[in-house]
């Protein structure tokens, strides 16, 4: 279980710039629990996957990672057992390395070894097969430079690269945002798989509601760094696109208030 208890975040404290963001977010995360995240623009969703990876100071509150609390990790450390991918490929690969030179990488994650000792010939046989499941012809493309990838292949790469070594969680910041439908319906099926296959724990932000709907065991919207609507089970498998839109329209009209929703 992952726990956010009682979050405070202000942005520019006392200056023209300030704002008030979470001011005691709660938020549970069980394990294996498949959470997507929607809110509007400026909401507090991106923050919170920075919060949880240790990437942003918050002003007070805990976070736990099952018994340990990382509120005051340095990211690093947080980051030997989070996997992050964001909405630019380019942030999620390193483009001047080969495609076996980043999974690779990816292998050292929390070891003390050297790159060398990785690039080992028995795992091109599992990379080439981990990279033919997303139909993008990369399992052909081990020694090409990633810099010479289309951003579907490269985010399909980031998603073998952050599972490699299954993390306690995998964060997703709008990761088939920038890619065209038929890649993205792609890129977001096999991350469904490899997420139900390995029983992973993953947050993942979209504003595809679709995809917020039919994908995950729960769903989230978050609005002015609140926890609005919170729905899994069978109450999420019979959500409807239209709900949700109506609950759009209700925050617009500024009258939110919990009891709405
Ligand atoms: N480093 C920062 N300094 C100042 N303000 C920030 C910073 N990071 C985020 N904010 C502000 O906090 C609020 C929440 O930002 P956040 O990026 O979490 O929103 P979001 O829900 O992910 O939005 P979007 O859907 O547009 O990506 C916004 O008003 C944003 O301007």
Same mark, same amino acid.
């Given at each position: 279980?992952?726990?956010?208890?009682?979050?405070?975040?202000?942005?520019?404290?006392?200056t023209?710039?300030?704002?008030?963001?979470?001011e005691?977010?709660n938020?549970?995360?069980?394990?294996g629990?498949?959470?997507t995240?929607?809110?509007?623009?400026?909401?507090?969703?991106?923050?919170l996957?920075?919060?949880?990876?240790?990437?942003?100071?918050?002003d007070?509150?805990?976070?736990l990672?099952?018994?340990?609390?990382?509120?005051?990790?340095?990211s690093?450390?947080?980051?030997?057992?989070?996997?992050?991918?964001?909405?630019?490929p380019?942030?999620?690969t390193?483009?001047a390395m080969?495609?076996?030179?980043?999974?690779?990488? #990816?292998?050292?994650?929390g070891?003390?070894?050297?790159?060398?000792?990785?690039?080992?010939?028995?795992?091109?046989?599992?990379?080439k097969?981990l990279?033919?499941?997303?139909?993008?012809g990369?399992?052909?493309?081990?020694?090409?430079?990633v #810099?010479?990838?289309s951003?579907?292949?490269r985010?399909?790469?980031a998603?073998?690269?952050?599972t490699?070594?299954?993390?306690?969680i995998?964060?997703?910041?709008?990761?088939?945002?920038a890619?065209?439908?038929?890649t993205?319906?792609?890129?977001?099926?096999i991350?469904?798989?490899?997420?139900k296959?390995?029983?992973?724990?993953?947050?993942?932000?979209?504003?595809?509601?679709?995809?917020?709907?039919?994908?995950?065991?729960?769903?989230?919207?978050?609005?002015?760094?609140k926890?609005?609507?919170?729905i899994?089970?069978?109450?999420?498998?019979?959500?409807?696109?239209?709900?949700?839109?109506?609950?759009f329209?209700?925050?617009?009209?500024?009258?939110?208030g919990s009891?709405?929703?």
């Amino acid at each position: 279980m992952i726990l956010l208890k009682d979050i405070y975040k202000t942005f520019n404290k006392n200056t023209h710039f300030q704002k008030k963001l979470y001011e005691g977010l709660n938020l549970k995360i069980n394990k294996g629990e498949f959470i997507t995240v929607i809110g509007s623009n400026g909401a507090g969703k991106s923050t919170l996957l920075k919060v949880l990876s240790n990437d942003l100071d918050i002003d007070s509150g805990k976070i736990l990672f099952g018994e340990k609390e990382t509120t005051n990790q340095k990211s690093f450390e947080t980051a030997k057992n989070i996997s992050y991918i964001m909405q630019d490929p380019s942030a999620n690969t390193l483009g001047a390395m080969t495609v076996y030179e980043n999974l690779s990488m #990816s292998e050292l994650k929390g070891k003390k070894t050297v790159l060398k000792k990785c690039l080992i010939d028995k795992n091109k046989d599992k990379y080439k097969m981990l990279l033919s499941k997303f139909n993008l012809g990369l399992e052909n493309k081990l020694d090409i430079d990633v #810099s010479l990838l289309s951003g579907g292949q490269r985010q399909a790469l980031a998603i073998v690269m952050a599972t490699l070594k299954l993390p306690q969680i995998l964060l997703l910041d709008e990761h088939t945002a920038a890619l065209d439908p038929i890649t993205s319906k792609e890129v977001m099926k096999i991350t469904d798989n490899i997420i139900k296959e390995n029983n992973l724990t993953c947050l993942m932000i979209t504003h595809k509601i679709q995809d917020a709907i039919d994908y995950g065991n729960r769903l989230i919207m978050i609005h002015d760094g609140k926890v609005l609507f919170d729905i899994s089970g069978e109450k999420k498998e019979k959500l409807k696109l239209q709900d949700i839109i109506e609950k759009f329209q209700i925050m617009k009209t500024d009258i939110v208030g919990s009891e709405i929703f």
